[in-house]
């Protein structure tokens, strides 16, 4: 069974960084793809970025210039490098695998909250 786990939430100040990370452990197999989504209260959940096997990323119109996505050196990581945080990228952000056989599995969120 795949578990994904992220870590590296936290409160920051507009304009700060944070950085979130991801592990999708308990498969042999490399991911065809991680990426991240966020939701934030009340709203549904969205795509912030993804990362393909091959390296080709995809971003949110919203976090272009402000965020990166990266896959570690390890198998199956993920980080998310967030900079120029605003409020509006306060909630919760998911981690998602998708594996070579066709499921996709996602952790269980990690809070980040933007306020002054």
């Known amino acids: 069974q795949v578990q994904v786990v992220e870590s590296g939430g936290g409160s920051v100040q507009p304009g700060g960084s944070l950085r979130l990370s991801c592990v999708a452990s308990g498969t042999i197999f490399s991911m065809n793809a991680m990426g991240w989504y966020r939701q934030a209260p009340g709203k549904q959940r969205e795509l912030v970025a993804r990362?393909?096997?091959?390296?080709?990323?995809n971003y949110a119109d919203s976090v272009k210039g402000r965020f990166t996505i990266s896959s570690g050196n390890a198998k199956n990581t993920l980080y998310l490098q967030m900079n120029s945080l605003k409020a509006e990228d306060t909630g919760a952000y998911y981690c998602c695998a998708d594996t070579p056989y066709g499921r996709t599995y996602w952790g269980q969120g990690t809070q980040v909250t933007v306020s002054s």
């Open positions: 990362i393909t096997s091959g390296g080709s990323t």
